[in-house]
């Protein structure tokens, strides 16, 4: 698989991972202003998620979903964290430490594949920055 496949896919797997666990989340959140900030996460994660399905076929490749493993990890891991503690203060760091993951991972193949196309390299750059965003937005729910 190319570099420009991986990036692709890790924006694409990201995104998908970043869907699920905000509906999840969102179920779960009482608090309005909270909320909103998920919601609007939530949005943005479908753009991602629809610009990668995109340049994915515009350059001939499928979209690689999450294993149904990591969608049942992730739903359980959810449920586990939040059958106790289900305050907003909880969930935002559920969410301040998903989104430094990505954070994480997406620095790492921006360096792997720096020779990347340069539009791909700009979508990831961009999930990079949100991802970066996410953290410093959930800190005041803390």
Do not use: P
């Amino acid at each position: 698989m190319s570099g420009n496949t991986e990036l692709l896919n890790f924006v694409y797997q990201n995104s998908q991972m970043g869907m699920e666990s905000l509906s999840q989340l969102l179920e779960i959140a009482e608090d309005e202003e909270f909320r909103s900030c998920m919601e609007k996460q939530l949005d943005k994660y479908r753009e991602f998620h629809n610009e990668a399905k995109r340049l994915l076929q515009e350059r001939g490749h499928n979209e690689k979903s999450l294993g149904m493993f990591d969608k049942l990890k992730t739903y359980l891991m959810i449920n586990m964290q939040t059958m106790s503690d289900k305050s907003t203060s909880h969930l935002a760091q559920m969410l301040i430490e998903g989104s430094s993951m990505g954070v994480t991972n997406a620095l790492q193949d921006l360096r792997k594949y720096e020779d990347a196309d340069t539009e791909i390299l700009r979508l990831m750059r961009k999930l990079y920055k949100f991802e970066e965003k996410n953290v410093e937005t959930y800190k005041a729910f803390l």
